[in-house]
């Protein structure tokens, strides 16, 4: 069994998940991950909207330690593998930062095509292994 880390960013359980975000009726700004209140104009007119699933990497760097609580990872200082953590431009859209599926730095590159996945982030308290979107190069 699986399940997203937060189910309400993205339309995960689909074969082609995209991430969910809003968009300003008033001003036009988008926003990840969905919101109540525009961050621009303080507006109350969000729509919900899919973001692109492709996108650009922008910029990058490697997480080269165990992050601090409240992350829900199964890894110990032990057993911790660096990960790759990219800004990544969603078309003409917005810009989302999240983790990369690669972490060789000779692997990445400013500029390269990178596709929305899904991969494992650790196992919950039930046994449910717990999903989190990452960025794979294309």
Aim: glycine fraction near 10%; charged fraction near 20%.
């Amino acid at each position: 069994m699986q399940r997203m880390i937060a189910p309400e960013i993205s339309t995960w359980p689909e074969a082609d998940p995209h991430l969910l975000g809003s968009v300003c009726d008033d001003c036009g700004a988008t926003v990840f991950p969905v919101q109540e209140l525009c961050p621009r104009c303080s507006g109350p007119s969000m729509t919900e909207t899919e973001l692109p699933r492709r996108g650009t990497l922008i910029a990058w760097t490697t997480q080269g330690f165990l992050p601090g609580a409240p992350y829900l990872g199964d890894e110990t200082p032990k057993t911790f593998e660096p990960f790759g953590v990219g800004l990544v431009q969603l078309g003409d859209v917005i810009r989302v930062e999240g983790r990369l599926t690669e972490n060789d730095p000779t692997n990445l590159e400013f500029g390269m095509d990178v596709e929305l996945t899904m991969v494992p982030l650790g196992t919950d308290a039930e046994g449910t292994e717990v999903l989190t979107f990452a960025f794979q190069p294309v």
